[in-house]
């Protein structure tokens, strides 16, 4: 006679072949329920669609399926009441559950697995979860890109100095500078779109990997979980994880698009730059210098871009050379998933906060976006223009004027109309006309140009394509 798995330690799900449990150590490298508890909700919602659909296609009795649609809401009311004893020799979350459904209801519990098998369970249930996620993020990037619209239509106008290599280049509007990071959380809310596209197909049904000699019906469970249909191949339901790297991967750029806008919050607070000042519920001070108010916030931002960044690589590393179909390798997929998740959350959300609150010191900017003579470009433009001189000449020219600027120790505005003429007799007093750093702002009307014009319909553009 062989012994029953509860006399020897055998695990009570696949304990007829054991005659001996597993050491402490193996129960510790093999447990996921410490991390995995967090798709409760999406076990739950799979399971009840899989056993609605067992009894509607005649493999589950009703009286079964009403036991386990009870017991399984129960099971849910417990957990969120924090009543649940996550038991690490259950290892995972759906034998978690599974085990109390069987305390709770009997033998019924042990038909819910008919047709299944935690390898398609576990891929159905990642895939409700990271799709709630990439929802959420869309949503709170759909914020952030408010909150960046607001900003720039307020200062639509407000000239600023234009960096290239963070050199002084040409005045731009800040209206136009926040816009940019419009386009790009906009193009990160596109990559979370199309993951989500991909993303919704149920894996649910194909149970351990080659399908089942049940008579399911996938296409019903996949309508009821939301998906839009079921997953057509069983091998690659099971050993997909793509949905979850192209999460990682989207939020890997999104936090690189984070941690520029966060740098420049960085440089535009410092006492040199004086751009911008951060609210009191957005900084913190120093123990030590009472004058200092740090940009934390924008840091940390920064910094987690760093985290994201490896979770997207954990999980490629994982995946790499994985020969079909589940091997356990796989069980590693959540926490990087679940850590990129609520950096991203928490990140975006500082950042909103950030951008709201955010005042702007127009009279800085507009001190800043003379200096460094960054209307150089405007005068060979106007050489180019009104005096009919090639583009490489009027470059060549402007070069010398700036060189003098820089030699009489003034702006270009500031020089003799006579000391131009020296430079260049074609220059006339026309030119200081476009030597001012709103007028070159505002003569850059081309379409996407940082013109206060523009800056307002693209404001009004950005509304209706984004929010
Ligand atoms: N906890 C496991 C995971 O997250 C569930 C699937 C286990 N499947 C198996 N064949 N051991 O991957």
Known sequence: MTKAPEQTGASAMWGGRFAGGPSAVMQRINASIDFDKRLYAQDIRGSKAHCAMLV??????????????????????????????????????HMNIEARLAELIGDAAGRLHTARSRNDQVATDFRLWVR????????????????LIDKAQAHADAVMPGFTHLQAAQPVTFGHHLLAYVEMFGRDRGRLHDARARLNECPLG???????????DRHQTARELGFD???????????????ALE??????????????LAEELVIWTTAQFRFVTLSDAFTTGSSIMPQKRNPDAAELIRAKAGRVIGDLNALLVVMKGLPLAYSKDMQDDKEPVFEAADTMELS?????????????????LKEAAGAGFTTATDIADWLVRVAGVPFRQAHHITGRI?????????GLEDLSLIDLQAVDPRVTGELYGVLGTEASAASRTSFGGTAPANVIAAAKAARQRFL
């Open 56 to 93: 509607e296609t005649g493999i589950l009795s009703a009286e079964d399926g009403a036991a386990i649609q009870n017991g399984l809401e129960r099971i849910r009311q417990e957990i969120e009441s924090g009543q649940f004893v996550f038991r690490t020799e259950l290892e995972d979350i």
């Open 132 to 147: 709630d996620v990439l929802d959420g993020m869309n949503g709170a990037l759909k914020d952030l890109q408010a909150a």
């Open 206 to 216: 194909a149970a351990a990997l080659a399908g089942t000699p049940f008579p399911i």
């Open 229 to 243: 249909r079921p997953s057509a191949n069983s091998l690659d339901a099971v050993s997909d994880r793509d949905f």
């Open 247 to 260: 999460f990682l991967a989207a939020a890997a750029i999104c936090a690189v698009h984070l941690s520029r």
């Open 348 to 364: 975006i959300a500082a950042m909103t906060g950030m951008i709201r609150d955010l005042s702007v010191n127009t009279l800085r």
């Open 402 to 410: 700036v060189r003098l600027a820089e030699e009489q120790g003034c």
